[in-house]
């Protein structure tokens, strides 16, 4: 059996931390020993999210909205201040307002877009100089497959991802020779709250939170002189059409 790899020394922010992918990937580096700032817009979901992870001595979670540029700054700067440093962050928060472009208001494509692609800088820009002061890291997004095959119904949300995407492409080739790796993350249908309820009965076939914390991990255990810079995880046996 191959003993699972332990991350005692590393410090991690995850937005969006509360709950579904997040809470997974928080869970999952706790598991393994790294410590972990997360971050949700809640003060009763953040306490829980707390609670459900343990080790008080290496997890904090803050009420944070990434919207707000102080509120990523705050972030950073809480946890080098709790725990001396950061060597990856994990930009998980997102949302997803749908409707057709005719019939969306302006305020949920400002929420849509200001959220997953905005707040994404927001977090990279304050996180980087503690990134270059470690002598490098980790910036993994969690994007989405919508980020390329779009809906109807999506624009904001697939408009959104795309802009990620491009953002971590880019973002890449600028930070690669301070040691900082990017990647983005792009899964499929995931079985999670997100569409604003619980799982419902005959989603068995979907990806798990768990299985995009999976993709996280062994990211951080990847071989330092390569990287994976785009990973598309799809479920495996998604119902036939037709």
Avoid at 30 to 49: F, H, I, N, Q, Y
Avoid at 56 to 85: I, K, Q, T
Avoid at 173 to 197: A, C, H, K, L, N
Avoid at 221 to 232: D, F, T, W
Wanted: charged share 25%; net charge neutral; aromatic share 6%.
């Amino acid at each position: 059996m191959t003993e699972t790899r332990q991350f005692p020394d590393l410090t991690a922010i995850v937005t969006g931390g509360t709950r579904g992918i997040g809470l997974a990937i928080a869970a999952a580096l706790v598991e393994r020993g790294g410590r972990v700032v997360l971050s949700g817009l809640r003060d009763d979901t953040v306490a829980g999210a707390r609670h459900t992870l343990g080790h008080p001595d290496r997890v904090e979670a803050l009420r944070a909205d990434v919207r707000v540029p102080e509120d990523a700054e705050r972030l950073v700067r809480r946890a080098v201040e709790r725990f001396g440093g950061l060597d990856v962050l994990v930009n998980n928060a997102g949302l997803g307002r749908f409707a057709s472009a005719a019939d969306m208001s302006i305020e949920a494509w400002r929420e849509t877009i200001d959220t997953n692609l905005s707040g994404v800088f927001y977090c990279c820009r304050a996180a980087i100089p503690a990134l270059r002061a470690r002598g490098g890291g980790w910036i993994i997004n969690i994007s989405s497959l919508a980020g390329k095959n779009a809906f109807v119904g999506g624009a904001a949300y697939c408009a959104s991802k795309a802009g990620l995407n491009a953002f971590s492409e880019a973002l890449m080739q600028e930070v690669r020779y301070d040691g900082i790796r990017v990647s983005y993350v792009m899964p499929g249908s995931v079985s999670t709250e997100f569409g604003g309820g619980p799982p419902g009965p005959g989603e068995a076939w979907k990806l798990t939170a768990e299985d995009v914390a999976q993709v996280v991990i062994d990211l951080l255990e990847h071989p330092q002189r390569s990287l994976p810079s785009r990973i598309e995880l799809r479920p495996s046996q998604p119902p036939r059409r037709g």
